[in-house]
T-cell receptor, first 114, second 112 residues
Framework: NAGVTQTPKFQVLKTGQSMTLQCAQDMNHNSMYWYRQDPGMGLRLIYYSASEGTTDKGEVPNGYNVSRLNKREFSLRLESAAPSQTSVYFC?????????????FGQGTRLTVV | LAKTTQPISMDSYEGQEVNITCSHNNIATNDYITWYQQFPSQGPRFIIQGYKTKVTNEVASLFIPADRKSSTLSLPRVSLSDTAVYYC?????????????FGTGTQLKVEL
């Protein structure tokens, strides 16, 4: 049981390049999330998907797009990377429902934009 | 979304009980309170959740007063390995799912 798997673990991009961060979960969870965490800061929600086929903006969606490909996979795309997007990106999933607030996180993707 | 306020940092010693209080004055009727722990270079890990009164599990207790405008995470007999950032979240059911929004957290440092 792998839980939440993110790829890649590390990435260096040049300004203006595009890339897609991949996330997959094998827990049959309904909800999935993408966060970014800058050094010394808390996590900020970029996008989330309450269920397959739905996505919604979080606190900092500008510069990102997402795709909930199926129940298992939720990808995050940077169309034109900027140095301000240098951060650690975490994907998470949860069963959903107010009475269950437990989310499981991936190991993170450390992205540097130069 | 209910805004949460918690101390930026706390210090403690091994074997002591640590209580971290979070304020959430505009919590809504159907919101739940949940706490996460994060170690450096790792994703957060769920600790405990509650709606009202007291909840206890194998690692922590959560105290929520009747007005639910605050909550207190209690860690009994902390050890060095409890040094981490602790996040208080107020979770609202939005569009069928939970919008988990993290604040800045409390950095707990445990010393010998």
């Amino acid at each position: 049981n792998a839980g939440v798997t993110q790829t890649p673990k590390f990435q260096v991009l040049k300004t203006g390049q595009s890339m897609t961060l991949q996330c997959a979960q094998d827990m049959n969870h309904n909800s999935m999330y993408w966060y970014r965490q800058d050094p010394g800061m808390g996590l900020r929600l970029i996008y989330y998907s309450a269920s397959e086929g739905t996505t919604d903006k979080g606190e900092v969606p500008n510069g990102y797009n997402v795709s909930r490909l199926n129940k298992r996979e939720f990808s995050l795309r940077l169309e034109s990377a900027a140095p301000s997007q240098t951060s650690v990106y975490f994907c998470a999933s949860s069963e959903g429902g107010v009475q269950n607030t437990e989310a499981f996180f991936g190991q993170g993707t450390r992205l540097t934009v130069v | 979304l209910a805004k949460t306020t918690q101390p930026i940092s706390m210090d403690s010693y091994e074997g002591q009980e640590v209580n971290i209080t979070c304020s959430h004055n505009n919590i809504a009727t159907n919101d739940y309170i949940t706490w996460y722990q994060q170690f450096p270079s790792q994703g957060p890990r769920f600790i405990i959740q509650g709606y009202k009164t007291k909840v206890t599990n194998e690692v922590a207790s959560l105290f929520i007063p009747a007005d639910r405008k605050s909550s207190t995470l209690s860690l009994p007999r902390v050890s060095l390995s409890d040094t981490a950032v602790y996040y208080c979240l107020v979770v609202s059911l939005t569009g069928g799912g939970n919008k988990l929004t993290f604040g800045t957290g409390t950095q707990l440092k445990v010393e010998l």
